[in-house]
Nanobody, 121 residues
């Protein structure tokens, strides 16, 4: 699976961004697609994930109620809608795919390149 993330940028606190991740190379049935982020000097952390085929969706506590993960079957794309952004959301965001697990980055075997999200205060 090849993953191509996009949609990052600079936004003021309280603003919104939508990240996209286009998957290619194979069918996504049986996969989960996830978003992770990594801020400078910090470990990569789980943000959100969902099963491609069923409505199993998971969020980190820090983003619940603000971020929404969704998918478009026809476009083989997973989205991360980020609302009410905070400066602490600043990080490089990565999309990833796995055939098992949701929040553990070690279980993800496929990664896209990162997209930078910067939230100014």
């Amino acid at each position: 699976v090849q993953l191509q993330a996009s949609g990052g940028g600079l936004v003021q606190a309280g603003g919104s961004l939508r990240l996209s991740c286009v998957a290619s190379g194979r069918a996504l049935g049986g996969f989960a697609l996830g978003w992770f982020r990594q801020a400078p000097g910090k470990e990569r952390e789980f943000v959100a994930a969902r099963s491609w085929s069923v409505d199993s969706i998971y969020y980190a506590d820090s983003v619940k109620g603000r971020f929404t993960i969704s998918r478009d079957y026809a476009k083989s794309t997973v989205f991360l809608q980020m609302n009410d952004l905070k400066p602490e959301d600043t990080a490089v965001y990565y999309c990833a795919a796995t055939t098992y697990g949701y929040s553990d980055p070690e279980r993800y075997g496929y990664w896209g390149q990162g997209t930078q999200v910067t939230v100014s205060s």
